[in-house]
């Protein structure tokens, strides 16, 4: 959001910083504190948990989420409009989740993001198979580059003015 109220964006034009390595340093950087707040949170769960793992699906789960709020902030001039355009986001990602409490075997739902997010941290705490791990989490990988590619194309439009 406040790369557009700001001229952040602007500043990329004649900056030596490329769109990807932009996105990618505030990705990294907000997918650190998540990676950081979760581990504290872990280790003082006193479960017992692998905590490369935990570390891994982290930084996945995190980077989809944080590109998702990319996008919506993107087309929001105000903190107001985030918060009211954020909504149907969520709402297409919470139902799925409820959906588990009626029907949980089937895989399309399961790769939906915030359900395999869910599936993933769970299993970070209570065994996943390695082709459950690799299936949510590509699915997940996939979800990003879509993220990725579509805020890439937003910026150069905003930046280029359409081109």
Do not use: R
């Not at 769109?19 to 990618?24: A, K, S």
């Not at 919506?72 to 355009?85: D, G, H, P, S």
């Amino acid at each position: 959001m406040l790369e557009k109220t700001q001229g952040i964006l602007d500043y990329l034009l004649v900056s030596p910083l490329h769109i990807f390595e932009y996105l990618l340093a505030k990705m990294t950087s907000l997918t650190l504190i998540a990676l950081f707040s979760s581990l504290i949170i872990a280790y003082s769960s006193g479960l017992s948990f692998n905590p490369f793992v935990l570390t891994l699906i982290i930084i996945i789960i995190s980077s989809f989420f944080t590109l998702l709020g990319f996008i919506v902030a993107l087309q929001c001039e105000t903190i107001n409009q985030y918060f009211v355009k954020i909504i149907p986001s969520i709402i297409l990602l919470i139902v799925p989740c409820m959906l588990l409490f009626v029907v949980n075997d089937l895989l399309i739902i399961k790769l939906i993001p915030s359900v395999a997010s869910i599936y993933l941290i769970l299993g970070v705490f209570q065994g996943i198979y390695l082709w459950e791990f690799l299936i949510y989490s590509t699915s997940l990988i996939i979800f990003i580059i879509l993220c990725f590619s579509y805020i890439k194309k937003y910026i150069f439009k905003i930046l280029y003015g359409g081109k």
